[in-house]
């Protein structure tokens, strides 16, 4: 494996990097062949399980704003390693979660702290895997008049949101915004107009996204603000550009009845050059960077790995590699260059290795990468990224219409339903490809599909989606037989 190259003027950043690329190489067995890689099911749950029941350790005291991202981490990482919890830590978790809905709308950080977009993300996401309908049961006690009302006290002129009153905008918060929205039935056009173009002004010229951008007003008075320039704030990075592009594809329902003379549009091409980029060498193990000429750390095996599973909602397969594929084949004179796109652009493998190898900390849990320790927010987006590494999870046009015919509107003769309507399919038409599945180490190392947008099974999105909206999802049905997951 032949280390990244260095020139005669090192600085601290080349030698950070060296000394990775040699911690990373050193924890490649000797014979991988003989012995693959593991994943310790048992060890992680362990370790989810001491945080759950016990409480979290003392370090965690500087999380006290972030109470329901640790219940979401926790309770989704168990999702993903197919387990289930027992009713009594369900009704803990509600419990907990539920003790964070501020009064006037959304969640805090914590019992008695101010609503803020991030956080009442994470108590949804957790509501959707240890919640059910029923007073008491969380879903039910969930305020959405509020919470639509808060959401629309943080909406910015230019459709960005603050993520909290008295606080910056950031397209994370649009992000958790758009989710919540989404899973609750409360996510309407008033809500989200205008929001597109802002996230597509944070495209940055690398091709990924920031974390906002820079508005302009008219000297007039009043001032009105201008559609230019509009500068994208900081590079782009791993963790905004995996939220801007999910919520480009939840908003696409919005988009679609817009003209294309006035539609916002990004660059898919050097979004996905600057995707593909952030996949490390082989002296790196194949894990992801957040940003260009940064260490690989586990986390990005979701932000980024776990964005290609986003492309196909956008047609990138047939319209930009298409593309590509044509020209590789004219430049490289070959018909097999590009037999294999998926695999061209995203080494599953390779990311499965740096998650297996370099990613599961010994005593439990997963991190960033050796030698450092393991936490709940590496944990579950470690394994989310091996999630998103393992299977295909995509938008099938088969589902999307059984999704659409089992529709029953309140009045057949309401037309206004349409874009509820949509938004409901096209977030219940992920479906896992039969066939597909690249897991490395053996079928033990499996783990559960995650929904592309959602970071939650697609059992427990149809599963809250269908409550709030008041539908019944057709059940899946491959090979003459009911489809199920844990």
Same mark, same amino acid.
């Given at each position: 494996?032949?280390?990244?190259?260095? /020139?005669?003027?090192?600085?601290?950043?080349?030698?950070?990097?060296?000394?990775?690329?040699?911690?990373?190489?050193?924890?490649?067995p000797g014979d991988p062949t003989k012995t693959p890689?593991?994943?310790?099911?048992?060890?992680?749950?362990?370790?989810?399980?001491?945080?759950?029941?016990?409480?979290?350790?003392?370090?965690?005291?500087?999380?006290?704003?972030?109470?329901?991202?640790?219940?979401?981490?926790?309770?989704?990482?168990?999702?993903?390693?197919?387990?289930?919890?027992?009713?009594?830590?369900?009704?803990?978790?509600?419990?907990?979660?539920?003790?964070?809905?501020?009064?006037?709308?959304?969640?805090?950080?914590?019992?008695?702290? +101010?609503?803020?977009?991030?956080?009442?993300?994470?108590?949804?996401?957790?509501?959707?895997?240890?919640?059910?309908?029923?007073?008491?049961?969380?879903?039910?006690?969930? /305020?959405?008049?509020?919470?639509?009302?808060?959401?629309?006290?943080?909406?910015?002129?230019?459709?960005?949101?603050?993520?909290?009153?008295?606080?910056?905008?950031?397209?994370?918060?649009?992000?958790?915004?758009?989710?919540?929205?989404?899973?609750?039935?409360?996510?309407?056009?008033?809500?989200?107009?205008?929001?597109? +173009?802002?996230?597509?002004?944070?495209?940055?010229?690398?091709?990924?996204?920031?974390?906002?951008?820079?508005?302009?007003?008219?000297?007039?008075?009043?001032?009105?603000?201008?559609?230019?320039?509009?500068?994208?704030?900081?590079?782009?990075?791993?963790?905004?550009?995996?939220?801007?592009?999910?919520?480009?594809?939840?908003?696409?329902?919005?988009?679609?009845?817009?003209s294309s003379l006035t539609r916002p549009q990004i660059?898919?091409?050097?979004?996905?050059?600057?995707?593909?980029?952030?996949?490390?060498?082989?002296?790196?193990?194949?894990?992801?960077?957040?940003?260009?000429?940064?260490?690989?750390?586990?986390?990005?095996?979701?932000?980024?790995?776990?964005?290609?599973?986003?492309?196909?909602?956008?047609?990138?397969?047939?319209?930009?590699?298409?593309?590509?594929?044509?020209?590789?084949?004219?430049?490289?004179?070959?018909?097999?260059?590009?037999?294999?796109?998926?695999?061209?652009?995203?080494?599953?493998?390779?990311?499965?290795?740096?998650?297996?190898?370099?990613?599961?900390?010994?005593?439990?849990?997963?991190?960033?990468?050796?030698?450092?320790?393991?936490?709940s927010y590496h944990t579950l987006y470690c394994l989310?990224?091996?999630?998103?590494?393992?299977?295909?999870?995509?938008?099938?046009?088969?589902?999307?219409?059984?999704?659409?015919?089992?529709?029953?509107?309140?009045?057949?003769? /309401?037309?206004?339903?349409?874009?509820?309507?949509?938004?409901? +399919?096209?977030?219940?038409?992920?479906?896992?490809?039969?066939?597909?599945?690249?897991?490395?180490?053996?079928?033990?190392?499996?783990?559960?599909?995650?929904?592309?947008?959602?970071?939650?099974?697609?059992?427990?999105?149809?599963?809250?989606?269908?409550?709030?909206?008041?539908?019944?999802?057709?059940?899946?049905?491959?090979?003459?037989?009911?489809?199920?997951?844990?």
């Amino acid at each position: 494996m032949r280390p990244t190259p260095v /020139d005669a003027f090192p600085t601290a950043t080349s030698a950070s990097q060296a000394e990775t690329e040699k911690v990373l190489i050193d924890h490649i067995p000797g014979d991988p062949t003989k012995t693959p890689p593991t994943l310790q099911k048992n060890a992680h749950m362990q370790f989810l399980i001491r945080n759950i029941v016990q409480g979290f350790p003392a370090r965690y005291t500087s999380q006290d704003a972030s109470q329901p991202w640790l219940m979401y981490w926790t309770l989704q990482a168990f999702s993903v390693l197919q387990v289930g919890l027992d009713p009594g830590n369900k009704r803990k978790a509600i419990d907990t979660i539920m003790a964070c809905q501020h009064p006037d709308g959304g969640f805090g950080g914590g019992p008695k702290q +101010a609503p803020h977009l991030l956080p009442t993300y994470a108590a949804v996401c957790a509501l959707a895997v240890v919640g059910k309908p029923g007073e008491g049961d969380g879903w039910d006690d969930i /305020d959405r008049k509020k919470m639509y009302k808060f959401f629309l006290s943080l909406k910015q002129p230019d459709g960005s949101f603050l993520v909290a009153h008295h606080s910056e905008v950031d397209v994370r918060g649009i992000y958790c915004l758009l989710v919540t929205a989404t899973l609750l039935d409360i996510i309407t056009p008033e809500l989200v107009e205008g929001t597109a +173009a802002f996230i597509a002004s944070c495209q940055t010229y690398e091709g990924g996204f920031s974390s906002a951008s820079q508005p302009y007003y008219s000297p007039s008075s009043p001032p009105t603000l201008l559609e230019s320039p509009r500068p994208p704030l900081g590079e782009a990075h791993g963790g905004y550009t995996f939220c801007s592009l999910a919520s480009w594809v939840m908003l696409q329902p919005f988009l679609a009845s817009t003209s294309s003379l006035t539609r916002p549009q990004i660059n898919k091409k050097s979004l996905l050059r600057w995707l593909v980029q952030m996949q490390g060498s082989q002296a790196e193990l194949g894990g992801f960077k957040g940003r260009t000429n940064k260490l690989v750390d586990g986390c990005y095996s979701w932000w980024v790995g776990g964005s290609f599973g986003l492309l196909e909602s956008l047609g990138i397969n047939h319209a930009v590699l298409g593309a590509a594929s044509s020209e590789k084949h004219t430049q490289a004179g070959t018909e097999s260059a590009w037999d294999d796109v998926d695999d061209s652009l995203l080494n599953r493998k390779a990311l499965q290795e740096y998650i297996l190898y370099a990613g599961q900390h010994p005593a439990g849990g997963l991190r960033d990468k050796p030698p450092k320790s393991a936490d709940s927010y590496h944990t579950l987006y470690c394994l989310a990224g091996l999630s998103s590494a393992q299977h295909r999870v995509f938008p099938s046009p088969i589902r999307r219409k059984e999704v659409l015919d089992a529709w029953r509107a309140p009045n057949s003769s /309401d037309t206004s339903d349409e874009v509820r309507k949509r938004v409901f +399919a096209e977030a219940l038409s992920y479906t896992e490809e039969e066939g597909t599945e690249t897991i490395v180490g053996g079928a033990s190392n499996r783990v559960n599909a995650t929904h592309p947008v959602f970071n939650l099974t697609v059992t427990h999105t149809e599963a809250i989606m269908s409550h709030f909206y008041g539908q019944v999802v057709p059940p899946r049905v491959f090979k003459g037989a009911t489809a199920t997951q844990s």
